[in-house]
């Protein structure tokens, strides 16, 4: 059964049993806003509490919900005060909820007036107090009446949630077995409620819980981002004109490539993992896209990720997979990558484009280095050959010239205040903001904010730069803020490469000054050679290079025991620290070649690597006179 166009339930369900915060009304939100007014007006003007963590203890009632905060926030030292404090709070807090408006969450108006029509009974149950719900649901929309059950936390011998106790009180009440009955909920603790009680249970992430970890979930049989309307719309013209939300940052990202490779605008909210379906709806929109061939063929690239696609459209639709000679593909597509923890989302989403269309969809993955590029490869390609199956190649341009665009060549970059101690560059582009502060009168902690979702674990790289910077006696201030999507490889590559621009400046500097190395290493005797596993070779000298180097096994033994597919600190991915060293080199301008003397563990290796690469990097800013005005090498100029 779908419910207004968009929620999925079995067939013979005969009630609906809903949470209240988070679901039907969008409370998050507005405890979001009053929770630090509370806290500064109650607990202490300099007391204050983050998103993620309102977000963690929302699903609780008030008064364990404050416990919780005030046990985050507040030191051991003055946890005394909160028999004092949680009654205040708890108090001021119902108060602003009473006076307050709340919004309904997206869609929930059409699912309530759907399930109505089909003749489905509705209750509601809450952590709240039932009069507390009663009285909410009958001032905000109006809500109260088209419900035929309100079940709160405050019933003798009814166990809060997680136990099931609420949502078989409920069934009983409606009098439905609780096997049919849909559960919808948004936080851990309430689904697991509703598998407790034998319900089918959907969760939606637009409340507590996000919408990985209930789809992670054993207690959810589907998950939505919202209750919003599903829309796909693809206009050949202009491609920065993007829109894309789905529940997964990575296929957004790969259908971002997709779209702009077919030369398309494109709008698109998806709500739920459905990938093949969400194949299908693009491929239906694809298929009205005027066609001037039947078949096409393409390579697609981009760094170190290639793929070769075919297409041919007078043949059943289907997708086949195949890697050339070097490639597993079944490692290839078993990797994580980003938010995914295979690369079976893409493979659906893929094939449902297949099926649409209708083409043979022909993919060849060429080169696996980083599973992140590898992909970008795939979508670039298959972008590349509709569009070429859509449009006659262009005319070759006539030669007349028409006046440039007063815009500068490097417009998505900015250096303040360069000098030979210091440089602050600024970074932006379509997908990322990027400052770097680097400072070379002497180590300084480390200071890093990376303002991205919560669907990535990037705060690990400011442990392994201040084991950089330290090496290097620098001071490394940095800001990151990703513009659209988030993604760990955008969070390493270009931190790397605005790091390498930085000491670039610097060094560019010093040795039009004074002279100076331009190059190092963490070699300075032989026992380093002897006693450290790793270590790393810098020469900053106008051309981007790195290259891993192991001695005692083969590069593909190296690639999966170290660059690949491994955790490293609190959560960093391997193959996107390589990627910091790839945007590091093309900052930098420089070669970078790292020696892998004996295995290591990749979470014993990599904080190793970054120390070397800073202990290289002191070394080439020492001054060399002999060297005034020159590069390392021996062509002498950075052009």
């Given at each position: 059964?779908?419910?207004?166009?968009?929620?999925?339930?079995?067939?013979?369900?005969?009630?609906?049993?809903?949470?209240?915060?988070?679901?039907?009304?969008?409370?998050?939100?507005?405890?979001?806003?009053?929770?630090?007014?509370?806290?500064?007006?109650?607990?202490?003007?300099?007391?204050?509490?983050?998103r993620a963590t309102i977000r963690r203890f929302f699903p609780f009632d008030l008064p364990e919900f404050w416990r919780r905060i005030l046990e985050a926030i507040a030191p051991s030292s003055e946890r005394g005060r909160q028999d004092e404090l949680i009654p205040k709070l708890v108090g001021a807090h119902e108060a602003a909820r009473e006076s307050a408006s709340v919004a309904l969450n997206p869609g929930i108006e059409a699912v309530l007036r759907a399930a109505r029509e089909v003749g489905l009974k509705l209750a509601v149950v809450s952590n709240n107090p039932t009069a507390q719900v009663r009285e909410m649901l009958r001032r905000h929309h109006n809500l109260l009446p088209r419900f035929d059950e309100v079940i709160g936390n405050d019933l003798q011998r009814v166990a809060k949630k997680p136990a099931p106790d609420s949502y078989l009180f409920a069934a009983r009440a409606l009098d439905v077995p609780a096997r049919r009955c849909v559960v919808i909920e948004d936080s851990?603790?309430?689904?697991?409620?509703?598998?407790?009680?034998?319900?089918?249970?959907?969760?939606?992430?637009?409340?507590?819980?996000?919408?990985?970890?209930?789809?992670?979930?054993?207690?959810?049989?589907?998950?939505?981002l919202s209750f919003e309307t599903n829309r796909v719309a693809m206009t050949p013209g202009?491609?920065?004109?993007?829109?894309?939300?789905?529940?997964?940052?990575?296929?957004?990202?790969?259908?971002?490539?997709?779209?702009?490779?077919?030369?398309?605008?494109?709008?698109?909210?998806?709500?739920?993992?459905?990938?093949?379906?969400?194949?299908?709806?693009?491929?239906?929109?694809?298929?009205?896209?005027?066609?001037?061939?039947?078949s096409a063929a393409v390579l697609g690239m981009i760094d170190d990720g290639s793929a070769e696609v075919r297409l041919e459209a007078n043949?059943?639709?289907?997708?086949?997979?195949?890697?050339?000679?070097?490639?597993?593909?079944?490692?290839?597509?078993?990797?994580?990558?980003?938010?995914?923890?295979?690369?079976?989302?893409?493979?659906?989403?893929?094939?449902?484009?297949?099926?649409?269309?209708?083409?043979?969809?022909?993919?060849?993955?060429?080169s696996v280095e980083d599973p992140h590029h590898s992909w970008e490869g795939v979508f670039r390609s298959v972008g590349s050959a509709f569009h070429r199956m859509m449009v006659e190649r262009s005319d070759r341009p006539s030669g007349e010239d028409g006046p440039e665009p007063d815009e500068p060549v490097e417009s998505d970059w900015k250096v303040l205040r360069p000098s030979t101690m210091s440089a602050e560059v600024l970074r932006s582009t379509a997908e990322s903001e990027v400052r770097v502060f680097l400072d070379c009168s002497g180590f300084q902690p480390t200071r890093c904010r990376f303002d991205v979702s919560d669907s990535i674990h990037v705060e690990g790289l400011g442990d392994l730069l201040e084991g950089l910077s330290r090496a290097a006696g620098v001071r490394l201030d940095v800001d990151f803020k990703a513009t659209r999507l988030s993604s760990s490889h955008v969070v390493m590559e270009d931190t790397g490469m605005v790091i390498g621009r930085a000491l670039k400046e610097v060094l560019v500097r010093r040795m039009r000054r004074w002279g100076i190395n331009g190059a190092g290493s963490s070699v300075s005797s032989g026992e380093d050679l002897d006693q450290s596993p790793i270590q790393v070779g810098l020469s900053v000298e106008g051309r981007k290079f790195w290259k891993y180097v192991p001695f005692a096994m083969s590069y593909e033994e190296f690639r999966r025991s170290f660059l690949i597919g491994h955790t490293v600190g609190r959560g960093l991915f391997s193959e996107d620290l390589d990627d910091f060293i790839d945007g590091f080199s093309g900052g930098a301008m420089g070669s970078v070649v790292v020696h892998i003397r004996k295995p290591v563990t990749p979470q014993e290796g990599w904080p190793m690597l970054f120390r070397a690469l800073g202990t290289a990097i002191a070394e080439a800013l020492e001054r060399n006179p002999s060297r005034k005005g020159v590069t390392p090498g021996v062509k002498a100029t950075l052009d």
């Open positions: 059964m779908l419910l207004a166009e968009r929620l999925a339930i079995p067939d013979d369900t005969s009630a609906i049993l809903w949470d209240m915060d988070g679901v039907l009304l969008d409370t998050l939100s507005q405890d979001d806003a009053l929770c630090n007014q509370l806290l500064h007006a109650i607990v202490d003007s300099g007391a204050t509490v983050d851990l603790l309430g689904v697991q409620a509703g598998r407790a009680a034998g319900c089918y249970v959907v969760g939606v992430a637009t409340g507590s819980a996000s919408f990985e970890d209930l789809e992670a979930s054993p207690s959810v049989d589907r998950t939505y202009l491609v920065t004109k993007k829109s894309i939300l789905t529940p997964n940052d990575f296929v957004s990202h790969m259908i971002e490539h997709l779209a702009w490779r077919v030369g398309c605008s494109i709008d698109l909210r998806w709500n739920n993992a459905d990938w093949s379906a969400l194949g299908r709806a693009l491929g239906e929109v694809m298929r009205t896209f005027p066609r001037s061939r039947d043949a059943p639709g289907r997708l086949s997979l195949k890697g050339v000679d070097g490639v597993d593909l079944d490692w290839f597509l078993g990797l994580r990558c980003e938010q995914m923890s295979s690369g079976k989302p893409l493979v659906d989403l893929l094939g449902g484009i297949a099926d649409a269309v209708p083409v043979h969809l022909d993919v060849t993955v060429c």
